[in-house]
Nanobody, 120 residues
Framework: QVQLVESEGGLVQAGGSLSLSCAAS???????MGWYRQAPGKERELVAV???????NYADSVKGRFTISRDNAKNTVYLQMNGLKPEDTAVYYC???????????????WGQGTQVTVSS
C-alpha cells in the first residue's frame, strides 16, 4: 500500500522560512514528486515538482523563494520555503506519480495535506 507521510506545516510570519518533507513508502519507483497547495475557496495548484533525475519546475509565484529537492534512496521529497508571503497560506499536499508494489500502472498518489499559515 502506497503511503505519503508529510511533515507538519506551521505558522510563520511573513518573510520567514519553513521546510516540508514527504516520505513515500510502498512504491517501486516514482517519476515525479512534488507539492501542490490549496487555499480556501481556490483550486488546488502546483507549487513545485521534481523529476527522478532531479529536474525541478516551479510555479511562477514561488520561483526564487522555494526550493524543491528529493532523495531517491529515501523516496522523500523536500520543499524549502523562504520569503514566505501571506498569499502562500494554504494546505500543502505532497504528490507522486509512481508505481506501487503489486501495481501494474503508474498513478498519482497524494499525502494527507499539511497546513501552512503565513501571518502578515
Amino acid at each position: 500500500q502506497v503511503q505519503l507521510v508529510e511533515s507538519e506545516g506551521g505558522l510563520v510570519q511573513a518573510g520567514g522560512s519553513l521546510s516540508l518533507s514527504c516520505a513515500a513508502s510502498g512504491i517501486m519507483f516514482s517519476i515525479n514528486m512534488g507539492w501542490y497547495r490549496q487555499a480556501p475557496g481556490k483550486e488546488r495548484e502546483l507549487v513545485a515538482v521534481i523529476t527522478s533525475g532531479g529536474t525541478p519546475n516551479y510555479a511562477d509565484s514561488v520561483k526564487g523563494r522555494f526550493t524543491i529537492s528529493r532523495d531517491n534512496a529515501k523516496n522523500t521529497v523536500y520543499l524549502q520555503m523562504n520569503g514566505l508571503k501571506p498569499e502562500d497560506t494554504a494546505v500543502y499536499y505532497c504528490n507522486t506519480l509512481a508505481r506501487g508494489y503489486g501495481q501494474s500502472q503508474l498513478r498519482d498518489y497524494w499525502g494527507q495535506g499539511t497546513q501552512v499559515t503565513v501571518s502578515s
